[in-house]
């Protein structure tokens, strides 16, 4: 059991921009357009290592 003093989080999180429309709301359209190239290579990468271990595996 974690110690209450213990953090929750640790490391590093990164800062995404968050676009508003010219109102004043939320731009979900344009946060997509923010986020997705920035989490692609992430995404990417993981499936290639996932890739190249389950190609590691003996299977005889």
């Not at 357009?33 to 003996?58: E, G, N, T, W």
């Amino acid at each position: 059991m974690p110690n209450k003093k213990d953090p929750i989080y640790t490391g590093l999180f990164p800062v995404a921009p968050t676009p508003f429309t010219e109102s004043g709301d939320l731009d979900t359209e344009g946060q997509r357009r923010v986020i997705v190239p920035r989490l692609m290579p992430a995404i990417v990468s993981y499936c290639q290592k996932i890739d190249i271990a389950f190609h590691q595996v003996d299977r005889s």
